[in-house]
């Protein structure tokens, strides 16, 4: 009897001792979710009860440099989603079948959507306000007032299609910046979301009595390019026909530049491509075979017109780059433009045991001043100042006139000048470069070359972009124009431009003569690769009135 009570009293103690242990693990646990995961937990409830629509803001407008034409802009669409939570269940089918039709989307995924235990489904994006508008009279007529959602959306819209398509770039589906300006400007470009938000149940149904908390959306600022609606239209006119007539397979592309200030008037690639149908075939010949072609040869053709060349292809510059020795030889005083009989060319030059010909060989030019050889564009001379300047002196030139860096122009895909490094360069590899031939730069890096010297020695950083247009105070804050340092004299500059002004009057540029106007000027010629019978042909030029 006594060993009875003992074994009793026991068993209770142990009892108490562990649901006394429970309770303290319990009031421990509590005492963890409420002291270290109070704060998470707080927040992920509210996100699980709290239904969140975005409201996506209007990308800023792009206008051309008089700010009269507009090149991009967004106009006002609307996106619709729904609750299934908050569509009664009797309803469902009637709603899919309405959102199917309207839409002409399929039938059952839509269903699905509408059936979904979950708080939203999108249903179609970006439609015009006239489709949705059937749909709100149709919500009316059914006493739908619940469930289904219509709010404000953008579309990206360029009212000129192919005009400055390169520079531009586009947008993808959910507005953000692709290619071009838009990539490069998409914090400025790309506002801020709103929303709209409301507590819901698990099931998406509303609780409380708050009502919906709209967070306006900010609008994008707007952008002002240095581009010219009116020179941009009429390069590109030219540049296809001459691109056409002179069939060349691989395109080409202009640059105009102001060398005063770095503003790009116009800066054109063919083939462009509509920026309102990026992803669309660009020529009649890709459109005959787009359906048959792999997704992989699709995506290669449309990166290859995307691609802005006039900016991230790398070419042989040719005879135009006697620009760059000319400037170099007159501002170290190894020459002067006008000395008669200073050089002599015989057909062609002696450089390392390498005979390196002049253009015209067969006929030399004979007794030459360095205006004489420009305009001639006589190679040996050339290679007589490179001799004279030295590969040291030469490459400082090269860095003063920015062609071993890139640009920095407010563009993406920027690519960079391909020079032999300086402690590897030879007497034949100097002898080649200095009438541009056994390098690569891209035209925009010899385009502000050459704007140095029309700048009257001063070199400007390129820009696309001239001014931001605040989406709320319409506050205009303007890019400033960067000046880098003095790359030659005035007077040589105004030496080089003399002589460049020759080249178009006596010489080799005669077809570039426009009456009215001072044209100075220098073609170039290189291969396009090694014997491969292709060939780039270009040509710099300066113009002022008279």
Not at 367 to 390: D, H, T, W, Y
């Amino acid at each position: 009897m006594i060993l009875t009570k003992l074994s009793s009293k026991r068993k209770m103690r142990n009892t108490l001792f562990v649901c006394f242990l429970i309770l303290l693990c319990l009031i421990g646990r509590i005492g963890f979710i409420q002291f270290v995961q109070g704060s998470e937990l707080s927040t992920l409830a509210y996100e699980q009860q709290t239904l969140d629509r975005k409201i996506n803001p209007k990308r800023g407008t792009i206008y051309d440099a008089s700010r009269k034409e507009i090149l991009a802009v967004s106009s006002t669409v609307e996106t619709v989603t729904v609750n299934p939570g908050s569509i009664a269940k009797e309803d469902k089918e009637k709603v899919a079948k309405k959102l199917s039709e309207l839409f002409e989307l399929d039938y059952e995924t839509t269903l699905k959507k509408v059936s979904k235990r979950s708080s939203i489904e999108t249903i179609v994006k970006k439609v015009d306000k006239e489709k949705t508008d059937q749909l709100r009279i149709w919500m009316e007529e059914n006493n739908i007032i619940s469930g289904i959602n219509i709010d404000e959306d953008t579309k990206r819209y360029y009212p000129y299609g192919k005009v400055a398509s390169q520079v531009i770039g586009f947008c993808g589906s959910d507005n953000q910046g692709l290619d071009g300006i838009e990539a490069k400007y998409d914090n400025e470009l790309k506002g801020k979301q709103g929303s709209i938000r409301r507590h819901t149940d698990a099931k998406g149904g509303e609780i409380g009595e708050e009502g919906e908390n709209y967070v306006s959306a900010i609008d994008g600022n707007d952008l002002v390019l240095t581009i010219d609606f009116t020179i941009q239209s009429i390069v590109e006119k030219y540049l296809e026909e001459a691109c056409i007539d002179n069939k060349c397979t691989d395109g080409g592309n202009v640059i105009a530049m102001n060398p005063q200030n770095g503003d790009i008037l116009a800066m054109a690639t063919y083939p462009s491509y509509n920026l309102n149908e990026p992803y669309e075939p660009y020529t009649d010949e890709l459109k005959e075979t787009w359906d048959s072609m792999e997704q992989a040869e699709k995506t290669k053709q449309l990166q290859a017109v995307w691609r802005n060349k006039a900016i991230a292809d790398t070419y042989e510059p040719g005879s135009v780059f006697k620009l760059i020795t000319a400037s170099s030889a007159l501002e170290e005083g190894i020459t002067d433009t006008d000395n008669e009989g200073e050089f002599c060319c015989t057909g062609g030059i002696e450089v390392a045991g390498v005979r390196i010909k002049c253009w015209r060989y067969y006929r030399p030019h004979g007794s030459e001043s360095l205006r004489q050889a420009l305009m001639n564009s006589c190679n040996p001379v050339f290679i007589g100042l490179r001799k004279k300047i030295g590969v040291e002196k030469y490459y400082s030139y090269l860095r003063k006139f920015k062609l071993l860096e890139k640009t920095g122009i407010d563009l993406p895909g920027e690519a960079n000048s391909i020079f032999l490094a300086e402690n590897k360069v030879g007497p034949v590899e100097l002898a080649t470069i200095s009438f541009g031939q056994r390098f690569e730069i891209t035209p925009i890096q010899l385009a502000t070359a050459v704007s140095a010297i029309a700048n009257g020695g001063t070199s400007v950083k390129p820009r696309v972009v001239k001014q931001i247009i605040n989406s709320e105070t319409k506050e205009i804050t303007d890019i400033p124009v960067q000046k880098d340092e003095t790359v030659i004299s005035k007077e040589t500059s105004e030496k080089v431009l003399s002589m460049a002004e020759s080249v178009v009057s006596e010489g080799t540029g005669k077809n570039a003569k426009v009456a009215g106007y001072r044209i100075g000027g220098k073609t170039g010629t290189s291969e396009d690769g090694v014997n491969t019978n292709k060939y780039v042909t270009s040509f710099c030029r300066s113009c002022t009135n008279r």
